[in-house]
């Protein structure tokens, strides 16, 4: 009964920060629209809406390296879920307050790494991979977002007009579109993320080869 009460509690917090992070990140994602007028704020923001829905459907990606790739699973219990989700939403709240862009994806994630070091202490949190898959793509992705804008600008500047533009979003659509099929190139399952994904069930083991 008492595991039944938690586990509701942690699926209210967990819809609680999806609704911080709808008002958080939409404004980020929207804002440029807005502004210049190329959307009216309603349409921006239903627009965003329906686009998160659709994408949450396409891939898992983002929610494997959040649920495997950063902590020990075995440690990872409900009262841990809730404290991470808490922490998520405290700092979407707070970031929101003051005007600061942040990412709610590594609010959670910092959640999950300070709720699981209290629990289980230090030895539960995978240090290489939070390194290399939350650190340092942070670090570097402002700079590259930087360089492709710099490189879109003079693309579509130099050809000039409505051409360059469309020009321009068909090699943007282009390479998105192959970036997502070679993304779809790793499945994500219970193979890779864990038993629960997967009602407990394990994958079955491959039989030995016979012997010539």
Do not use: C, Q
Not at 13 to 25: P, Q, R, S, V, W
Not at 110 to 134: E, F, N
């Amino acid at each position: 009964m008492r595991n039944d009460v938690v586990l509701v509690l942690v699926v209210v917090t967990a819809l609680a920060f999806d609704f911080t992070n709808g008002f958080h990140d939409t404004g980020n994602a929207m804002a440029t629209s807005i502004a210049t007028g190329a959307l009216p704020p309603r349409v921006a923001v239903a627009l965003s809406g329906l686009l998160n829905l659709v994408g949450a459907f396409l891939s898992l990606a983002v929610a494997a390296t959040i649920a495997n790739g950063l902590v020990n699973t075995a440690d990872v219990t409900l009262p841990v879920v809730a404290a991470g989700l808490a922490g998520g939403i405290i700092w979407n709240l707070i970031t929101w307050l003051f005007g600061i862009p942040s990412s709610s994806s590594h609010a959670l994630i910092g959640g999950v790494i300070g709720s699981t070091l209290a629990a289980a202490g230090g030895s539960a949190v995978l240090w290489k991979g939070l390194v290399s898959k939350v650190v340092i793509p942070a670090a570097l992705s402002p700079i590259i977002a930087a360089l492709v804008a710099a490189l879109s600008y003079w693309l579509a500047h130099g050809i000039g007009g409505s051409l360059g533009v469309f020009i321009l979003l068909a090699v943007l659509v282009g390479l998105s579109g192959a970036i997502y099929w070679r993304s779809r190139a790793t499945k994500v399952d219970h193979s890779n993320v864990n038993d629960e994904w997967s009602g407990g069930v394990a994958p079955a083991e491959p039989e030995p080869a016979a012997a010539a």
